[in-house]
């Protein structure tokens, strides 16, 4: 996937979210936290914090927050 500038994406833990942001942190501990709107807002019933997400994100506001498993092959392969 190509970003343009100021595009991001980060996967990580959510570690606090409410009506107008969400904050993830990854397994490096880098933590970030996202601006969210009322459109993402909407789609987020069932992400608590706790939950592993991916968060593609514009100028500090996210524009998709897909949570672990929610796509296909989205899980790590066993071992």
């Given at each position: 996937m190509r970003?343009?500038?100021g595009?991001?994406?980060?996967?990580?833990?959510?570690?606090?979210?409410?009506?107008s942001?969400?904050?993830v942190t990854?397994t490096?501990g880098?933590?970030?936290t996202?601006?969210?709107?009322g459109?993402?807002v909407?789609?987020l019933?069932d992400i608590?914090?706790?939950?592993?997400?991916?968060?593609?994100?514009?100028d500090?506001?996210?524009?998709?927050?897909t949570?672990?498993?929610?796509m296909?092959?989205?899980?790590?392969p066993t071992?």
């Open positions: 970003l343009s500038a595009t991001g994406f980060q996967s990580g833990e959510v570690t606090g979210i409410n009506d942001s969400i904050s990854s490096d880098y933590t970030k996202y601006t969210i709107d459109d993402i909407s789609r019933t608590a914090q706790g939950d592993t997400v991916t968060v593609v994100s514009e500090g506001t996210a524009q998709s927050i949570e672990a498993g929610a296909p092959g989205s899980q790590p071992q």
